[in-house]
């Protein structure tokens, strides 16, 4: 079984200071995990992916996760934060076993206001 | 390529009617999955179709189905509309199968208003 937790329903960053968005999650194999963001009333879009490969993953808008195995850990940064990042931001986890079976596991979001 | 295409982007209807959203998936992708997304219950997996077949399925009521062409295109249906049932639904396409990341693809979604 697989699970995923985002451990901040909200967040709130002054433009240009970094963005921190925390992800936790429990699987039973090697996961895949992944980032999405989604704008208002817009689909989710992938901003970036950890498919066993390098452990530090960049996606786009300068935004990337680091894989921590030992801590279950797949958190969201970004350097400085835009006002266009202002979005709900969703974390996915997809065991290979899931993955195989059409599954994913979605977190239950976090919503990222940005300050001017 | 083309991306996942959902029609039509906005509806309103009324209690006790029926709707059907229709998803066509990107070319080569088997896996249909739908969602629902509403502000006091986020977002919630309806079912996912592969080969034409139900193979997940999340905890709706039986008003809600679906169905899985041979093309991959995929229809969802709502029977007898509550307002409960105002939402922005999202599809999703993947390969699955063998290779597969589990990245999924999403469409834009189509709103629907239930007055």
């Known amino acids: 079984a697989q699970s995923v937790t985002q451990l901040d329903s909200h967040v709130s960053v002054s433009e240009g200071t970094p963005v921190l968005l925390r992800c936790n999650y429990s699987?039973?194999?090697?996961?895949?995990l992944f980032w999405y963001v989604q704008h208002p009333n817009k689909g989710l879009q992938l901003l970036l992916k950890?498919?066993?490969?390098?452990?530090l993953v960049k996606g786009i808008n300068g935004f990337e996760a680091e894989f921590k195995k030992s801590e279950t850990s797949f958190h969201l940064t970004k350097p400085s934060a835009h006002m266009s990042d202002a979005a709900e931001y969703f974390c996915?986890?997809?065991?290979?076993?899931?993955?195989?079976?059409?599954?994913?596991?979605f977190g239950d979001g976090t919503t990222l206001t940005v300050k001017p | 390529k083309a991306g996942v295409t959902q029609t039509p982007r906005y509806l309103i209807k009324t209690r006790g009617q029926q709707v059907t959203l229709s998803c066509s998936p990107i070319?080569?992708?088997?896996?249909v999955s739908w969602y629902q997304q509403t502000p006091g219950q986020g977002l919630q997996f309806l079912f996912e179709?592969?080969?034409?077949?139900?193979?997940n399925k999340g905890n709706f009521p039986g008003r809600f189905s679906g169905r899985q062409f041979s093309n991959s295109r995929s229809e969802m249906n709502v029977s007898t509309l509550e307002l409960g049932d105002s939402a922005l639904y999202l599809c999703?396409?993947?390969?699955?199968?063998?290779?597969?990341?589990?990245?999924?693809?999403f469409g834009e979604g189509s709103r629907l208003t239930v007055l």
């Open positions: 999703a396409s993947s390969k699955s199968g063998t290779g597969s990341t589990g990245e999924l693809f």
């Open positions: 699987s039973s194999y090697s996961p895949s």
């Open positions: 950890y498919t066993s490969a390098a452990t």
């Open positions: 996915v986890v997809s065991d290979l076993v899931d993955t195989n079976a059409g599954k994913s596991t």
């Open positions: 070319s080569g992708h088997r896996s």
């Open positions: 179709y592969f080969s034409e077949t139900q193979r």
